[in-house]
């Protein structure tokens, strides 16, 4: 399923320590390119990856909005200052 995504778009990473266990996500492009509301037109189409011992689930699909990943952001760095 991976077309090469982790090579070509930015990505995210969440390793375990003991390299067992990883979480990546990367988002390449608009879900729907040609909206015309605020509503439709910030969707993105996203990659993920989800590998545990002897389990991996692979995602390809719609599931992350601009805003709601901007809201996420400005709460993480709120709390790291």
């Known amino acids: ?3 090469n995504y982790f090579s070509n ?7 375990a320590q003991d390299g067992l266990s990883c979480l ?4 390449y492009a608009y879900a729907y ?7 439709d ?4 189409k996203n990659y993920l990856t989800f590998n ?3 389990f991996k689930a692979e995602i390809d ?8 990943i901007k809201y996420y952001l400005k709460c993480f ?3 790291r200052v």
């Open 9 to 15: 778009y930015p990505f995210a990473e969440l390793s």
């Open 61 to 68: 699909e719609v599931i992350l909005e601009g805003r709601t």
């Open 41 to 44: 037109a910030n969707w993105h």
């Open 24 to 27: 990546k996500i990367c988002t």
């Open 77 to 79: 760095r709120k709390k």
């Open 33 to 39: 390119p040609e909206a015309d509301n605020i509503h």
């Open 1 to 3: 399923m991976e077309q």
């Open 52 to 54: 545990i011992p002897a």
